[in-house]
């Protein structure tokens, strides 16, 4: 069945050093690509997504690239913050609503 | 915009007791989702209504678990009897219709099951 393979944390990093949280996925076709994150005591929220391959979704800073050749969609951001520390999830849905998610990778950014 | 809204935040019972989630989805949202997040791991489907229907339920222990959506709004979680693996975060999420739309996460309800 589809699943999503992501890196294991913590990522630790100092401010303003360059990220990256791989992300592959397994799944028949073509699914839908997301990045949900998760502060301390709040809920998951949406940090970016792609629909189709090659396409790349952004926010905040954040960017993931769609590639369907090798079934990846690796999170990056250029210069972290310490507002950044956050647990990471790489999720796919495909022909259904349901959500597969990732473990979850957490970020530490130490000033 | 209030956000989806979920009580309790944290439960602790023993194990055989029985314990009660809810939510509050954003007004006007369709599509109603629980999510058990267990510790390293990511959320898992436990069920989707669309409406006060059931979408897909196939990852709900249904000897144990129970949950209700009635009138289309509010829903509720149950289990009855809890087991120790029972311990883990349930998370409600709302989305506007299907097919697609973002899905929109509450604060979630820690339970320990003791």
């Known amino acids: 069945g589809d699943s999503v393979t992501q890196m294991e944390g913590p990522v630790t990093l100092s401010e303003e050093a360059f990220l990256t949280i791989n992300c592959t996925y397994t799944?028949?076709?073509?699914?839908?690509l997301f990045w949900y994150v998760q502060y301390p005591g709040e809920g998951l929220q949406l940090l970016l997504k792609?629909?189709?391959?090659?396409d790349k979704g952004s926010n905040k800073g954040f960017e993931a690239t769609y590639r369907k050749e090798t079934t990846s969609f690796h999170l990056e951001k250029g210069s972290v913050q310490v507002s950044d520390s956050a647990v990471y999830f790489c999720?796919?849905?495909?022909?259904?609503?349901?959500?597969?998610f990732g473990t979850g990778t957490r970020l530490q950014v130490f000033p | 915009e209030a956000g989806v809204a979920q009580s309790p935040r944290y439960k602790i019972i023993e194990k055989r007791q029985s314990v009660a989630f809810w939510c509050n989805p954003i007004?006007?949202?369709?599509?109603l989702y629980w999510y058990q997040q267990i510790l390293g791991q990511g959320p898992k489907l436990l069920i989707q209504?669309?409406?006060?229907?059931?979408?897909?339920d196939s990852q709900l222990p249904k000897d144990r678990f129970s949950a209700e959506r009635l009138k289309g709004v509010d829903s509720t979680l149950k289990i009855q009897p809890a087991k120790l693996e029972d311990s883990a975060v349930y998370l409600c999420?709302?989305?506007?219709?299907?097919?697609?739309?973002?899905?929109?996460f509450g604060p979630g309800t820690r339970l320990t099951v003791l």
């Open positions: 999420a709302s989305s506007l219709r299907t097919r697609g739309d973002e899905q929109f």
């Open positions: 799944a028949t076709g073509y699914p839908s």
């Open positions: 792609a629909t189709k391959a090659d």
């Open positions: 999720a796919l849905h495909h022909n259904t609503d349901k959500l597969i």
């Open positions: 007004s006007g949202h369709a599509t």
């Open positions: 209504f669309q409406n006060n229907g059931v979408v897909d």
